[in-house]
């Protein structure tokens, strides 16, 4: 079983930076992929971006696309989303989702993640 642990949320200007940390912990395949999904108040839970347990083949939704970075962290077990020039329409509560399995770039529906950490809280002001 995979428990996902999220950290680094806060409140910040828009242009400002965030750096969000989700702590894996448990058994976890190599074949794993890991993803971030945010979700606004009333709206559906959408991806931001995804990348291989073994650290490769980053993707990212378009609407963040040049202003975050995914990554891996080994030493740390953990996996990073690095967020510049934020705008107030990422504000959201931001999760981190594992898949013991190998899902196809492109195709980031939540349901496709079964283990999911308890999210953290983004707010950008303007």
């Known amino acids: 079983q995979v428990h996902l642990l999220e950290s680094g949320g806060g409140m910040v200007q828009a242009g400002g930076s965030l750096s969000l940390s989700c702590l894996v912990s448990g058994v976890i395949f190599n074949s794993a992929t890991m993803a971030w999904f945010r979700q606004a108040p009333g709206k559906e839970r959408e991806f931001v971006a995804a990348v291989r347990w073994s650290g490769n083949s980053a993707d990212y939704a378009e609407s963040v696309k040049e202003r975050f970075t995914v990554s891996r962290e080994f030493a740390k077990n953990t996996v990073n989303l690095q967020m510049n020039s934020l705008k107030p329409e990422d504000t959201a509560v931001y999760f981190c989702?594992?898949?013991?399995?190998?899902?196809?770039?492109?195709?980031?529906?939540?349901?496709?993640?079964?283990?999911w950490g308890q999210g953290t809280q983004v707010t950008v002001s303007s």
């Open positions: 989702a594992a898949s013991q399995s190998l899902v196809p770039t492109g195709n980031w529906d939540p349901r496709n993640f079964a283990s």
